[in-house]
């Protein structure tokens, strides 16, 4: 019989729209500061729109003198910020103090608006170990092993829905690398399998350090990922702090109600180096590439919107910045004040019951440490 030329299945058709869902990310001011969703923006009030940028001016000074800091020799890792502020002030900004938030290095912002201080991130940065002590306790401190938090999250928001908590749910970041790592998938799929509050975050900002996010993955977008762990997903522009903090506010709403995680894609860019150890981003991007994302930069973009409704000057900014700029200052002082670390402490952390050589270490740092 001969093959006839119908198919029973179009592999090459299925993959095509694979991605068809996505092909619209949620977007409400649109990247020439024109409000493309004027309902959604309608809900917003002025103050609260005004605190959107003046928290996005806070995010991108702290980037500003931390690099400062950086080149001074005062702090220890940090991960830049600036150009992710809409990404991660619109997100955060949706939950709530009894939320879990798990978040990783480049989340630092997140965690200081969620019930830290600037002190005490500036203290993470220098590897002191109260940099872990938080005054809000519902925090983990940032995970370096890219994935981990998601494996953590599941934990997290099984305890949630074990404990019968109401109207809470975890909250955790990666960027697009971290959704290659086999923690991303089995914190999600444990997460959805058990139905357990939470809200992923993938913040896509291009670049896994030196490797593109297209070498990185086949998919052609990260939400997708999720459907296949029967996790609803989204792309929201990340330059679009109005847009993200909505999406954001929606998927912790449908978490705590008990439908299970949600998983948001938010698409941003990282302006600069990947760490402050001083890769070189000129190495492996173009200015090609560079240039439209920096034009899309959130700030500008929300500038335009309030300066439209009369609610912002450059006056203003300047004068926040001023400020911000101090209370950095000042946080940096105290971090700087807090009593050095005693290797004897971390033994008798470590060990409960120390063997003899532990204990002969103790005492020899002791030793050391009353000099
Ligand atoms: C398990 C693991 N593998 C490799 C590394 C080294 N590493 C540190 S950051 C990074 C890239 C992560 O990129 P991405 O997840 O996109 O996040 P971004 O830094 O861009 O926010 C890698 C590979 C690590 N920390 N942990």
């Given at each position: 019989m001969a093959n006839g030329s119908k198919q029973i299945v179009d592999f090459a058709k299925i993959k095509a729209t694979m991605a068809d869902p996505y092909k619209h990310p949620v977007?409400?001011?649109?990247?020439?500061?024109?409000?493309?969703?004027p309902d959604i923006l309608a809900k917003y009030s002025d103050d609260q729109l005004v605190d959107f940028m003046k928290k996005m001016v806070w995010e991108r000074t702290l980037h500003e003198q931390t690099m400062n800091f950086s080149r001074q020799g005062r702090l220890g890792f940090y991960a830049p910020t600036a150009g992710e502020e809409a990404s991660e002030m619109g997100s955060v900004t949706a939950f709530k103090e009894q939320d879990f938030l798990a978040p990783a290095y480049r989340d630092l912002p997140q965690m200081i608006q969620h019930g830290t201080t600037v002190a005490k991130g500036f203290l993470w940065s220098k590897g002191h170990v109260e940099g872990n002590i938080h005054e809000n306790k519902n925090m983990l401190f940032p995970?370096?092993?890219?994935?981990a938090q998601y494996v953590e999250t599941a934990g997290v928001a099984l305890g949630i829905k074990k404990n019968k908590d109401k109207d809470r749910v975890a909250f955790v970041y990666t960027g697009d690398g971290g959704t290659s790592q086999g923690d991303w998938y089995e914190g999600v799929n444990f997460t959805s399998a058990f139905q357990a509050p939470a809200v992923f975050f993938v913040q896509?900002?291009?670049?896994a350090i030196s490797v593109p996010r297209y070498k990185?993955?086949?998919?052609?977008?990260?939400?997708?990922?999720?459907v296949a762990m029967g996790v609803p997903s989204v792309q929201v522009d990340g330059m679009d702090i109005v847009a993200v903090h909505e999406v954001s506010k929606l998927a912790r709403e449908y978490a705590a109600a008990g439908n299970g995680p949600v998983v948001i894609e938010t698409l941003t860019y990282r302006f600069g180096a990947h760490s402050s150890a001083g890769d070189d981003p000129s190495r492996y991007r173009t200015k090609e590439e560079e240039k439209p994302w920096f034009d899309a930069d959130p700030l500008i973009r929300m500038r335009k919107v309030l300066t439209d409704k009369k609610l912002w000057s450059q006056d203003q900014e300047d004068k926040l910045v001023e400020q911000y700029k101090d209370d950095f200052k000042e946080a940096m002082k105290e971090a700087e004040a807090a009593p050095a670390q005693k290797v004897s402490d971390f033994l008798k952390w470590t060990y409960n019951v120390p063997t003899p050589s532990v204990k002969k270490q103790i005492a020899e740092f002791e030793a050391k440490e009353s000099k």
């Open positions: 977007q409400v001011i649109d990247r020439e500061g024109k409000v493309v969703n995970q370096i092993i890219i994935g896509n900002n291009g670049w990185q993955t086949a998919a052609e977008t990260l939400a997708q990922k999720a």
